[in-house]
């Protein structure tokens, strides 16, 4: 069965240093993993992906995500935080060797941006 | 072009009433899904359908809760003899996972449930 850790309920950044919102997974087969944000008041938005190819991978807003498959992690950078960062952030994994959808989420990490 | 909508948006209902929850997919998206996100929590799978095949009804949390889709495309929730605990927001989902797909998933705003 497939498992998301996001081991941070909350992260503190000042505006400008840069950011770093942990998550981890556990998955039988390949991984599937995604980043979505969710801004206050508003839906559920798709940031990144990894599904194969480079480990590096780049998404919506400057943000980028570094697949790691030793360590079974796919955290979420950023090098210059904005202030508009802050909003609720979501790992998740789906297994890509069974076929199956079932995408299993992270508790999810409240990023605060300070200016 | 148009994106995921549910209605209704918010709803509440007394405890033991049954309610019906509707999602509107992405047109052509062929996989949709049902999620709960309690206040300010994660989100928790319900249950996903993929073109014709069986639904996969793992995280239906007890035989209260059904789903169908209708065509391939409109979703319905039910809930019946609801229960304060079922109090929460609601989302659905769509992707598309054809050939060339993109498998991230598009999300509608939500119907935030209130059991009374």
């Known amino acids: 069965a497939q498992s998301v850790a996001q081991p941070e309920d909350q992260v503190n950044v000042a505006e400008g240093n840069p950011l770093t919102v942990k998550c981890t997974y556990s998955v039988s087969g390949n991984p599937y993993l995604f980043w979505y944000v969710q801004y206050p008041n508003r839906g559920l938005q798709f940031l990144l992906k990894y599904i194969t190819g480079d480990n590096l991978v780049k998404g919506s807003y400057g943000f980028e995500a570094e697949f790691n498959k030793s360590q079974t992690s796919f955290h979420l950078k950023k090098p210059s935080a904005l202030v508009s960062d802050s909003a609720l952030y979501f790992c998740a994994v789906r297994d890509g060797d069974t076929g199956g959808f079932k995408t299993i989420f992270g508790a999810g990490t409240r990023l605060f941006v300070k200016a | 072009g148009a994106g995921v909508s549910q209605s209704p948006s918010n709803k509440v209902t007394e405890k033991g009433k049954d309610v019906e929850l509707r999602c509107d997919p992405i047109?052509?998206?062929?996989?949709l899904y049902w999620y709960r996100q309690s206040l300010g929590q994660g989100l928790e799978f319900l249950i996903y359908f993929q073109g014709n095949s069986a639904p996969d009804k793992s995280g239906l949390p007890s035989d209260r809760f059904s789903a169908e889709r209708t065509g391939g495309s409109v979703s319905t929730l039910t809930i019946q003899r609801t229960q304060q605990e079922d109090s929460a927001v609601y989302l659905c989902?769509?992707?598309?996972?054809?050939?060339?797909?993109?498998?991230?998933?598009?999300f509608g705003p939500g119907t935030r449930l209130t059991v009374t």
């Open positions: 989902a769509s992707s598309s996972d054809s050939a060339g797909g993109s498998y991230e998933q598009y």
């Open positions: 047109s052509g998206h062929t996989a």
